[in-house]
């Protein structure tokens, strides 16, 4: 804490939100909590689904639990200060602020990664199905978890350290709902070269790669489809890419347009597009998930069916 306060004569940051009108406070703030309940209820019920069916005990919904776990964290790192925001001071410490990016950027990243790996899953399942259950070892699929969870840390403490280094002289308002990385280093006053150099190059991979690797995976899946020759069969490869290509475009789309442009440029337009990645898809996953997948519907209606009060015998 002694750090922070030599590093900065700003002992916390005003967070704007989305409205700066009283009367918009309470309907936000029931939005919102709403979409909590939402996104925290529809991730648990696809974790325990998984968990309590063992049909679903395969690679690709053994990825699907994580990502659920990681959009909880990622939506409670964001939404329940929101909601606070909403009905009492918009203030935020300055630890407590850089504590919000490093989860932002490390979870949001988690959950980039995942996808990139949920594609590889599927790139394997159809373009080399007999050798599948070599290849998606359960080993495997921890070490690529792990890979996946631990990078994007790396990422976000480098990013942090680097902020941190930084003066924050005169302005203390930030001009969204979170600390974002682009907003705080507008209102720094010592030079941020360094930090955009790092945000352009090291931001830009850790962001794009995983775009990529997606991409690539999709048109190898795309290529091998087209092979199959009766209709049935491209329907049935197709059915198990739909929800994974409906999650990548929303969460990829919200986030190219928020983050691939220069950090002077940031304005407050970009609010609905980081709702979208950062509450939005969150919340939405289970439902694209679990509304595509006979599987994952038959794990849901098992689990709920468990769980009802069996009647009293006669």
Known sequence: ??????????????????????????????????????????????????????????PMYFFLSVLSFTDICFTTTIVPRMLVNFLSHKTISYAGCLTQMYFIYALGNTDSCLLAVMAYDRYVAICDPFHYVTIMSHRRCVLLVAFSCSLPHFHSLLHTLLLNQLTFCDSNIIHNFLCDLSPLIKLSCSPTFVNEIVILIEGSFILVTPFLCITFSYIQILIAVLKIPSASGKRKAFSTCGSHLTVVTLFYGSIFYVYLQPVSTYTVRDHMATIVYTVLSSMLNPFIYSLRNKDLKQGLRKLVGRRKPQAAPS
């Open 1 to 58: 804490m002694e750090r922070l306060n030599q590093t900065s004569s700003v002992s916390e940051f005003i967070l704007l939100g989305l409205s700066s009108q009283p009367e918009d406070q309470k309907p936000l703030f029931i939005l919102f909590l709403i979409m909590y309940l939402v996104t925290i209820t529809g991730n648990l019920l696809i974790i325990l689904a998984i968990r309590s069916d063992p049909q679903l005990h395969t």
